[in-house]
């Protein structure tokens, strides 16, 4: 990449941003919504800085679920994934449930988690591991079992133990999948986190928006999705960036 | 007699899928002294490659025998081994692991077989050295030439010291000018280590030039269809291929795949 590609890169989005919300706060003076219906993104900011202190300990909780379960589920996800594919009974035992897993939305089962284990931030955080390590188990298993058949080859021909084989060449070889996986998960770590936090409790900043949507205080609930997004964002930009530093053969 | 390096008796290998029994090999024998130079050569699906994947133990005879120094390999536990450091394989692509560098490519053998010490280590260095990639050896697969990485591949196959080189069509996606200078590195490279060397490949004149023996193979099912002696006087040279015996053994080859072709058309 050039020079002036990146600078563009780094220009393009920021500009996008202001415009974005200039034409918000337009939009709202010329057709004169009310502010307690749509607030003007300054006046969001502002309540993000004035009520900080007010919403620090949802988002520190919020961070904590998120990230706990995020990095409990990864670890989990891979090692299922690297046993399954080695294994091919535990394979066809435990495959429909993992799809079944992946594919059904965990608010469904939230209720029923609270009404066993209450309302505590260990019942999120298990929330969050059953909903995101799914997706990261399913991307991995998908890498372990495409590796170029050559490449199992080599290791077949220097006699490579199952171990050797698969921390040689099977896990190097499909790091790719694996960091889709990673990525996925951190999105549904965060998604799980918040639909966790609507349904019971009131703490973090999903019980947050809840709350001041039902009081009207609907600056503050835009505070908190922004404060969501951020801590979204910024996983995403964390894992993309070991990605990064980690896969550099794939450029 | 000497006993054979390498002796294939009556193997074959079938596929069998849930469509069709496919008989990649059929009753394939052969033996292979020490030293030795031979030429697996065939139109595609003869089952070449298949030939050295069942010596490699890379896949499992369903019939037949073959042994290595007269030792059979097993019919279904995994191979010895002291069986399989006898042996290096070579891929038609180079098949190096893009997140190691040149040298880490090269001692893969050794880390995977165990083998440690000095001894091993400085095999890497002269392995680098005499194929003149002293200086690549900490740049990746993907910064260096096609030639070069073909290059790594011929090496890291011989860094553990087998007696036996097994080369899958290793040449076959290069240009013309670097298949040529490989070949003559190939060349010497075996007359400097007394190797014995099962060499595939669809290029007549590349069979010709190398070997002692060129065995042709045929398709349908793929077998071994005749055997021929190359006695051009060592050591070889490139301007050979313009010579009349040269020509002839070319002709002789060339019109025996041509009658697989025709029969394959019947």
Known sequence: MSKKERLVGIIAPVVMFIT?????????????????????????????????????PHIWLSIITIFTGFAIAVPIGILLAALITNFKLLNAALDPYIIFLVVTPLVTLVPLLMFFLGFGINVRIIAVIIQSFAIVNMNSATGFNNVERVRLELMQSLRANRVQAFSRVIFPSSLPDVFTGIKLCGIFATTACVSVEYVGGNEGLGSQIIKHTQFMGTEKAFAC?????IIGISLYSLISLAEKKIIKWSI | MQEPKIKFNNVTKIYKTNRQIITAVKDVSFNISEGDFVSLIGPSGCGKS???????????????EIYIDGEGIPKRKKIPSEQIKKMGFIFQQPNLLPWMTVRQNVALPLRVFGLKGEKWESNVDRLL??????????????????????RVGVIRAMVHEPEILLMDEPFGALDEMTREQLNIELLDIWRETKKTIIFITHNVEEAILLSSKVYVMGTNPGRIVSEVDIDLPRPRTLDMIITKKFIDFEKKLTDLIGEIDLSKIK
Not at chain 2, 129 to 150: F, H, N, W
């Open chain 1, 20 to 56: 974005l919300f200039a034409l918000w706060e337009i939009v709202l003076k010329v057709f004169e919504i009310p502010r307690w219906i749509l607030p003007g993104p300054l006046a969001i900011f502002k309540s993000m800085f004035v009520d900080f202190a007010d919403f620090w």
């Open chain 1, 225 to 229: 999705i922004f404060f969501v997004a």
């Open chain 2, 50 to 64: 298949t030939v050295i994947r069942l010596l490699d133990d890379i896949i499992k005879p369903t019939h037949g």
């Open chain 2, 129 to 150: 050295k005499m194929v003149g990639l002293t200086e690549y050896s900490d740049a990746y697969p993907t910064e260096i030439s096609g030639g070069m990485v073909q």
